[in-house]
């Protein structure tokens, strides 16, 4: 069964670079916007979908609001695989190998399989956690595989990362001025919100530039040095990504 994630199984590991993304959070000014040098950045939807090849457009997953949580309908799949067990991305791992192992059983369903690795997929890249624990209200989202594809999952994925990013920040700008303020866990993917940010400054060079896809190109990225985004000159800020392009700038272009 094809879906929106399945290259995420040929991807590289990225690794997120700590002190960069403490500088990232240390930079944001509210509404999905950081301050870089002189510039003013907006991150979105589709700055997400396009770095990580997800569907930026179609309907909302809401993944943070409580009031919601009562018309989460859990499945067969739910009910059949993973109904009364603590879903960490440890456990997710050992349940994925186990029934990928049986594929050959007959009682085994091909599209569990696909479903048991977007939750490994989910709890340990794109909605992760301080606990590495699987959302369950995600998981109604999965059980038809045939509409996985009409979601907004960028927006998803970006919500849940920008979801604390004013707490970071708060902890982030303590240090900064020598306080010892406790380290804090961004949750969602901050990886590609690293991504997002190298995109649109040059105190780094991609490590993979043939790379399919932006997170992809980014994986083994080099720094130039050391930088504070918040004294960027102008030279070292891109007010649009290096290596994608965003339908505004396409529609700019044609008018």
Known sequence: MYTPFHHFMDAGALVVDSML????????IGESQFSFGAFVLTCTDEDFGKILGIPHTGRKIDLLESSSKANVSLGRFYKHHLHGKILTRQKLGLMFRDLANSMGNSNVEEDDIVRLYLCLLFSGFLFTNARSTLRRKIICFIEDLEDISSYNWAGAVRDVTFSNID???????????GGRAASVYMMGCPAALMVWALEHTYVAEPGRPDGYLPYQRWVDFKMDGHFELGKLPPNLVSETPRT???????????S
């Open 21 to 28: 993304l403490d500088d990232i959070c240390g930079r944001y």
């Open 167 to 177: 707490y970071c920040r708060t902890r982030v700008l303590e240090r900064e001025r």
């Open 244 to 254: 994608y392009k965003l339908e505004v700038e396409d529609a700019d272009m044609v």
